[in-house]
Nanobody, 124 residues
Framework: QVQLVESGGGLVQPGGSLRLSCAGS????????IGWFRQAPGKKREGVSC????????YYKDSVEGRFTISKNNAKNTVYLQMNSLTPDDTAIYYC?????????????????WGQGTQVTVSS
């Protein structure tokens, strides 16, 4: 069955960086899209970025574009989210999710399988 496992979260100071990983199994990344979402306490889950496993086409939420970079390693069936210039507003649980086909946006309803999340805390 399809499984996603996130890793790489932690505590970082404002201005710092983290790299999240999303390791997939039970599917081939070549034919799927992977999205990163986040949910802060008391807030709705929001899409951050997604990437198409076939051609690497990527989308970003406006507030993270230029700071976050999504990338993939199809051989490892893994997608990464490099997060730079982090601010306290980036504090949230970060989830990866997947659906078949290309990444066409960041609507959570399009995604069929979800990981359990990794906590990112940005604080001094």
């Amino acid at each position: 069955q399809v499984q996603l496992v996130e890793s790489g979260g932690g505590l970082v100071q404002p201005g710092g960086s983290l790299r999240l990983s999303c390791a997939g199994s039970g599917f081939t990344l070549d034919a799927y899209a992977i999205g990163w979402f986040r949910q802060a306490p008391g807030k709705k889950r929001e899409g951050v970025s997604c990437i198409s496993g076939s051609d690497g086409t990527a989308y970003y939420k406006d507030s993270v574009e230029g700071r976050f970079t999504i990338s993939k390693n199809n051989a490892k069936n893994t997608v990464y989210l490099q997060m730079n210039s982090l601010t306290p507003d980036d504090t949230a649980i970060y989830y990866c999710a997947t659906h078949g086909g290309l990444c066409n946006g960041l609507s959570a309803s399009w995604y069929d399988y979800w990981g359990q999340g990794t906590q990112v805390t940005v604080s001094s």
